[in-house]
């Protein structure tokens, strides 16, 4: 697995730090914990959860792969995938993150390009040729775009027959913490964005964060919306074919435990890829 240490250079620099650790409490205020601050600035500014996406991506995809990480933040799951040898390009909103990833690739890999390795803009109005990709990857990405729908749409218009999504996310269905908040989330408040930013204030919580930036996504509903796409289910990991039909019934039958949490609509994340099949446009 990949690591900070890995890296001739640190994920940030020194200098960098206290700006980090102020955009991230302004980004998050009333959301995050000062423990959250740290933490997402070790997973995600750092290169712990890259790591992890790494080896998904050796797990799954051939050398020198095309991959597009949406919503990509600092980047650092971008450098990780091009050390690595894919061939990652990522999408950021946020100019600060933007603009720190571009810094940093300059920096660590200075024979990559930054501006055509990280592209600020609109995830949901991207200027990608269709059939170009061999992955399009949303780590922790699809509970902060608004249409589901509208982005798996993009996703398999860009992907090339055979191509994959790679998506991992919060189920807001789950009885579990709410992934920005860390407090105990109801399942019910998914439908009523109103009563979950209330919910949020009777904790002494300021739900503004909740109220602009996060959509409750579930696992039925991303299921369902890939399925509608004709995207071929699977596993993340092992690309174990998830489909629900009956030529598929020697798996099912074999691994039916992995199926029963598959596609539990409980579960705590959604975490699985899905393929656009050979024979698509």
Known sequence: MIMDSDFRDPPFLES????????LHR???????????????????GYSFAGYVVQVLLARLPASAKVLDIGCGFGSTVVAGREAGFDVTGVEIAPFEVEFARRRLERVRPQDDPEAVFIM???????VPQNSLDAVAFWNVLEHIESCDDMLETAFRILRPGGMVLIECPNYAAKRLEAHYHVPWKPELRHDRKKAAEYLRSLGRDSRYFETSVFCRTNWEVLGSLRRRGFELQELGTGLSMALRPGNLANMMRYWPRF????????PSVILSARKPVGST
């Open 16 to 23: 960098e730090r206290d700006g980090l650790t102020e955009y």
């Open 260 to 267: 029963v949490d598959f596609y539990n609509p409980g579960r």
């Open 27 to 45: 980004l998050y205020s009333g959301a995050f914990t000062e423990e959250a601050i740290r933490a997402h600035l070790a997973n995600y500014v």
């Open 121 to 127: 803009g609109d995830a949901t109005k991207l200027d």
